[in-house]
């Protein structure tokens, strides 16, 4: 068994005059491993299928990134490189990655930052080799260009679930699935349910007096979402459809429901928003952030079409469901949920959003449970705990996030000092939402003391608040207070040192998911702030080494020195790094990230060498440089260095040995990680984007 990946010529193509070269597979099953026979690595393997034994890949895998593997060629008649998993006629060509690893994508900031994020990775370090960007994913749709592909559905797995199916996924999304996004009614889907198999609908498509095709498609997207949330052994047996990988389920249901969408007619209605915008959340989950970009904004038109932004919307245009009140307050759920999305959307893609809030007079959702909305008598609306205080206060912070990006992020320049004021303001502001949250979401609750659905709003609303505070604190780290003239005030350290410790316990929140096992390969709103808080790690071990920090401004007289210690940063950022690469090995974008924070962690522990001014000349790294621990250079050779005692290799958390991901750049980095110069307030939007942009690719 090899542990290294197969390169590009490696695979020839079928028919090719040149001799082939034997390529080594990735990852055996359980039972070639534990029996040390030769796998073919695709499922069911050669072996299993001649020893009639199970095929089975649940062994944990500990030796970089755990390929998916591919299913075995029916009958053996297609013919397949040996000792290679299969491998479809279209991914062998040298222009075309393989499926389940492509995160090639054409994610762009604003016109203006373009160029710069093509400066950027054309110096980025480590190159293997160029990429040939107008010739990849050359026959993907122009709105999913550059996605993760989709895994192949067989045709004979298109069809319904079965009716238990359906109430076991309805309910694992109401109880877990759907923490602040909350835009449905679940009585009301219930409903739906029980009128869709009274009347025994079993196709996608057809004729049929029943439910509309946006209604199908709900109950098929929230099979789809809560399917992406539930690993295989945590569902019934009986619901999970045979012969069936990691992800084939929940595709089925979503290529179902998007076929339904199409053949959607006549005028739209609230059901028409409500299933496309949980469409935008299923791609998210899976690592097609294209695709959910524009399904969104069809979803927007959608919305501001029906009036759902306006209070005077007349109750007729949204009247489709049974009861006015609910398709009120369901109005105005979809509403707010789509203005945070919207925003994060923003700030992930580098994009401006699509709803603004001037354009806005809707009220907030009624802060009730679904069963109160249109009960009879009505209920008293005072009650302990309720479900919807989650994603009013996420809205309420989403705004707050706007008013941050439009302000403090703007491209317009002004000065420092009035950068510090608006940082004042906008942290005022956090603070006020925060002492307004709900004793539910605050921060003395312990999450395992809750049920499942208020344990997974509690995360969410934390991490939101994590993040918030880092957006708007970061921009500080990047100024070089070694001058005289950037001596800081007070204000100045109280914001470095809530940035830095804000850092420290968003890592720690991701390390007790990862404790939990609850960290999903959906969780892309958890990738995210994880990657935030990394950088902002990373960035700070950078300065601090280079004394443009002092490392005693992050020692107050209330925290104690372990608070912000170097070591136990780098200690908690080397292992979420190898956590979010670990836990999230089908979502591509998830390596994107690593991608780009191995180039700030390689930064931080002094291993990057000089770059070359030339960006078009490929650094002479290997992999092995990768994997080499960085424990015998933390210290670097100035007078503030920011791992006073170093790190012993003993010590090291993760075997970097054993985490040999191929990464692969467009010819370096360099200018946007050349930390000899000052970095502008645009550093940290780009750093942003840079995950999603189109030059960097996870290739296996």
Not at 17 to 46: F, H, L, M, N
Not at 181 to 187: A, F
Not at 497 to 508: G, I, K
Not at 687 to 693: A, E, G, I, Q, V
Request: glycine share 4%; net charge neutral; hydrophobic share 35%.
């Amino acid at each position: 068994m090899a542990d290294g990946s197969p390169s590009q010529s490696q695979l020839q193509r079928p028919g090719s005059s040149r001799a082939r070269k034997r390529v080594k597979v990735t990852r055996a099953c359980d039972t070639c491993k534990s029996r040390k026979k030769a796998c073919t690595g695709d499922i069911p393997c050669q072996f299993c299928v001649r020893s009639n034994l199970r095929c089975s890949y649940k062994v944990p895998y500990h030796r970089g990134s755990a390929t998916t593997p591919l299913p075995s060629a029916p009958g053996g008649n297609v013919p397949r490189l040996a000792s290679t998993p299969s491998i479809p006629t279209s991914a062998m060509s040298a222009s075309t990655p393989d499926p389940e690893s492509v995160v090639g994508a054409q994610y762009r900031g604003p016109a203006s930052a373009h160029s710069f994020l093509d400066r950027a990775v054309r110096n980025f370090r480590g190159t293997q080799r160029a990429l040939n960007s107008a010739s990849e994913d050359a026959h993907a749709s122009i709105f999913s260009h550059g996605d993760r592909h989709a895994p192949p559905i067989p045709e004979s797995q298109i069809q319904w679930p079965s009716r238990a199916a359906v109430d076991w996924l309805v309910r694992r999304y109401f109880d877990f699935s759907s923490p602040t996004y909350r835009v449905l009614h679940q009585g009301t889907v219930e409903g739906w349910v029980n009128t869709l198999f009274g009347q025994e609908v079993r196709t996608a498509s057809g004729p049929n007096p029943g439910p509309s095709p946006a209604v199908r498609a709900i109950v098929l997207m929230m099979c789809a979402i809560a399917s992406s949330f539930s690993d295989m052994h945590d569902m019934p047996a009986e619901h999970v459809a045979r012969n069936t990988l990691q992800g084939q389920q929940s595709e089925t249901y979503y290529q179902m429901a998007d076929q339904l969408l199409v053949q959607e007619q006549g005028s739209p209605s609230l059901e028409s928003v409500q299933a496309r915008f949980l469409t935008v959340l299923y791609l998210l989950g899976t690592s097609r952030m294209n695709r959910a970009w524009f399904n969104f904004g069809s979803a927007v038109q959608l919305l501001m079409a029906l009036g759902l932004h306006r209070k005077q919307t007349h109750s007729r245009a949204i009247a489709s469901l049974a009861s006015t009140k609910v398709a009120i307050e369901c109005s105005k759920r979809v509403l707010w949920c789509s203005f945070t999305l919207d925003e994060y959307l923003s700030l992930i893609l580098g994009r401006p959003r699509l709803l603004r809030e001037e354009d806005i007079d809707q009220d907030y959702p009624t802060l009730v449970n679904d069963e109160q909305i249109d009960a009879h008598p009505p209920r008293s609306r005072l009650q302990r705990n309720c479900l919807m205080d989650a994603p009013v206060c996420h809205a309420k912070l989403a705004r707050i996030l706007a008013k941050a990006s439009q302000d403090l992020y703007s491209i317009q320049p002004f000065e420092k000092e009035q950068e510090v004021v608006l940082i004042n303001s906008l942290v005022e502001r956090i603070t006020q939402w925060q002492s307004e949250l709900p004793p539910l979401l605050g921060d003395w609750v312990c999450p395992s003391s809750l049920i499942s659905i208020f344990q997974r709003q509690l995360t969410v609303i934390r991490l939101a608040r994590f993040h918030a505070l880092m957006f708007v604190t970061r921009p500080l780290l990047l100024r070089d207070y070694c001058q005289e003239s950037e001596q800081g005030d007070d204000s100045i350290r109280l914001h470095l040192r809530s940035c830095v410790n804000t850092a420290r316990a968003t890592l720690e929140l991701v390390l007790d998911l990862v404790k939990d096992n609850l960290l999903y390969p959906a969780f892309w709103f958890t990738q995210y702030i994880a990657f935030n808080a990394l950088s902002i790690v990373y960035i700070y071990l950078i300065h601090s080494k280079k004394g443009r920090i002092p490392h005693a401004w992050l020692f107050g007289n209330d925290l104690p020195s372990s608070t912000v210690s170097p070591d136990l940063l780098y200690k908690l950022a080397e292992e979420t790094q190898y956590h979010l690469g670990q836990a999230t090995e089908r979502n591509a974008l998830a390596w994107r990230y690593n991608i780009v924070l191995e180039a700030l962690r390689l930064e931080a522990t002094g291993q990057i060498s000089e770059t070359s001014n030339d960006g078009d000349e490929t650094m002479n790294r290997t992999q092995q440089d990768l994997g080499h621990h960085p424990s015998s250079q933390l210290v670097g050779a100035n007078d503030n260095p920011p791992f006073e005692h170093g790190l012993p290799a003993e010590q090291s958390l993760v075997d970097w040995d054993s985490f040999q991901a191929p990464i692969t750049y467009d010819a370096g980095i360099g200018t946007m990680f050349n930390f000899a110069d000052d970095l502008c307030l645009d550093f940290w939007p780009q750093l942003d984007r840079l995950p999603t942009c189109k030059f960097i690719r996870y290739v296996r």
